[in-house]
């Protein structure tokens, strides 16, 4: 029996972070992470870049080294509210800038105030996102059934609390769950409480059974492993990705490599 169950290197828990706007304090935040081996992604506005208060694209390589850069609109529009041409417009000099900047191709975002609709979604689809988060919140360790409508587990006010729970269940279950915090790291300097998210990394991090991945890498991911083919007798798996893929197979955890084919 094949069971999808696993993540990278066989684990079946992950941890990410989702932080919006591009502000300085990601610089500090950045920091935090590290120090903790967590992930994040930053979801910028590359039309604000080296205006104040904003980082720079000098130091989008070095700063998020490791993590991952994703777009947030050029400028921070209500994504429901543009024309098409604008939609344009607001991805793909988006997506130029933060591409020329980070070296990568950027396919990831998040909505500016949340801020979405079945129509901007077509449009952000036909514009090559991949995937975009909400700011609603579950409270839930599950992974998103549509990508281009994923909500976070929590907004990092209420992280300290999941994340106690999400601790739990490592001893727990074998379930596959994904802890997702996401947040502005500006409201860390606003509210002069630091030391709450330093307090949830420290909880999170450093875990074995915990597979620490920018939201780009689960999307790539779980499409490696929806794109998996088995044959009809099930003694056959190929994976025609170029990511490795875990999967339970007979009960045990088997890697399929990318390009590789299995047989039983
Ligand atoms: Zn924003």
């Known amino acids: 029996m094949i069971i999808f169950d696993k993540f990278q290197d066989g684990k079946s828990k992950i941890v990410t972070m989702s932080y919006d706007d591009g502000t300085i304090h990601d610089r500090r935040l950045v920091e ?32 998020f080294k490791g993590h991952e850069v994703s777009l947030h609109m050029l400028t921070h529009p209500f994504p429901t509210k543009l024309p098409e041409e604008s939609m344009v417009y607001q991805i793909m000099e988006d997506r130029k800038n933060l591409e020329h900047a980070c070296g990568y191709i950027v396919k990831g975002m998040s909505y500016p105030y949340g801020d979405v609709s079945d129509d901007a979604v077509t449009k952000l689809r036909n514009l090559g996102v991949v995937y975009s988060r909400t700011t ?63 307090q949830v990394c420290k909880l999170l991090g450093g875990r074995d059974e915990i597979w620490y991945a920018t939201n780009i890498e689960i999307y790539n991911y779980m499409t490696a492993v929806r794109r998996l083919e088995i044959s009809a007798d099930m003694r056959m798996v190929h994976n025609p990705s170029a990511v490795p893929v875990w999967i339970t197979w007979d009960d045990e955890a088997v890697k399929i490599d990318a390009g590789a084919t299995v047989t039983k």
């Open 32 to 63: 935090i992470f590290n120090k903790y081996g967590i992930k994040g992604t930053f979801h910028l506005n590359s039309g604000f870049l080296g205006h104040d208060g904003r980082i720079t694209a000098d130091e989008i390589t070095t700063l």
């Open 136 to 198: 609603h919140v579950t409270h839930g360790f599950g992974l998103p059934t549509n990508f281009m409508y994923w909500n976070g587990t929590c907004h990092h006010h209420d992280a300290l609390e999941d994340s106690k729970r999400f601790i739990e269940l490592l001893d727990r279950d074998n379930h596959h769950q994904l802890l997702y915090i996401w947040g502005h790291s500006y409201e860390f300097d606003r509210e002069n409480n630091w030391e709450d998210i330093e």
